[in-house]
């Protein structure tokens, strides 16, 4: 518990770079968003990755076409844009590179 | 004659509430609306909101079942979850140090002992708006008020001078030091 608490931040913060991923990997729409994170670390509610999804929409990162579905209305689908997928992969190269130094450090 | 239901109409979907999940989902979307405040873009998080409430009670209506009622719309909200705002991490903390801040004379800048700092600081006034007043308060008084400054002197203790300042200047050294010498004479006096 303790150990989850200090990290939270980082949690928090980490959340942008996983939903990239999720997104980078294939179209999705908010529940396969959803239904990925749940049980990890991660699992997060739609009261928060629509504000999210918002933001990165806004900083042309993702962008989400229509989708006609069989049950209800239709549903947004969400995919990367060049500029997300840049910035996933400085993201993913940073991490890496964050990685790195935590394994090699104490050593 | 009695109501039963409203038809709510949310982002791309209608349904049907009756009142008092009317209301839960009313308050919904009015605390959603003042958490969103600042984002550039509500109106899109807002429809995402209500499509996904319009989603979740729809699923969770039973066949024959056409009305929402708070059964459906209780664990609906509950899984939605409220709105965080992505750049919010930070400043809810903030706003509850301020709040939870105690009343404290403050010895930066003082004019005398920090009494009016520390009340314009804790009420957030303006601080000079707040000296005027006690000097109007004072001729009005005919210097009562002195001895009421003289009381709230001995009981708001200090706030913790903030490191790397520079050194307090003379009037709110010398009230600082007669007030600690009065308290510890005080306390020796009663006990």
Same mark, same amino acid.
């Given at each position: ?18 939903? #990239? ?39 042309? #990162? ?46 | ?191």
């Amino acid at each position: 518990m303790i150990v989850e608490s200090k990290l939270a931040p980082i949690r928090k913060g980490l959340l942008e770079f996983l939903v #990239l991923k999720i997104v980078g990997a294939r179209s999705v729409y908010v529940p396969d968003i959803l239904r990925r994170l749940a049980g990890t670390e991660f699992a997060t509610q739609e009261g928060t990755l629509y504000p999210l999804l918002s933001k990165l929409r806004r900083e042309d #990162l993702v962008k989400y076409d229509w989708q006609e579905s069989d049950a209800g209305p239709p549903r947004k689908y969400y995919r990367l844009t060049d500029a997300g997928r840049a910035q996933l992969a400085a993201l993913d190269e940073y991490w890496n590179r964050i990685n790195h130094t935590i394994a090699d450090m104490g050593h | 004659m009695k109501r039963i239901s409203v038809t709510v109409s949310l982002n791309r979907s209608t349904l049907q509430f009756d009142d008092a999940a009317y209301a839960r989902l009313e308050n919904y979307l009015a605390e959603s609306t003042s958490l969103l405040e600042g984002d550039p873009d509500p109106q899109e998080i807002l429809s995402d909101l209500e499509q996904a409430v319009a989603d979740q009670c729809t699923r969770r209506l039973r066949p024959d079942q056409t009305v929402v009622t708070l059964a459906e719309l209780l664990p609906a909200l509950e899984e939605i979850g409220s709105v965080q705002t992505p750049t919010a991490s930070v400043a809810p903390e903030q706003a509850t140090r301020g709040a939870s801040r105690p009343l404290q004379q403050v010895s930066e800048g003082a004019v005398i002992s920090g009494v009016c700092q520390g009340l314009a600081r804790y009420f957030g006034l303006n601080v000079t708006a707040l000296r005027i007043f006690a000097v109007l308060l004072l001729l009005v008084t005919g210097g009562g008020v002195i001895l009421v400054y003289f009381a709230l002197m001995l009981l708001f203790p200090y706030a913790p001078l903030e490191s790397g300042v520079q050194p307090l200047r003379w009037l709110p050294a010398k009230s600082r030091a007669l007030t600690e010498f009065l308290r510890a004479k005080l306390s020796l006096a009663t006990s």
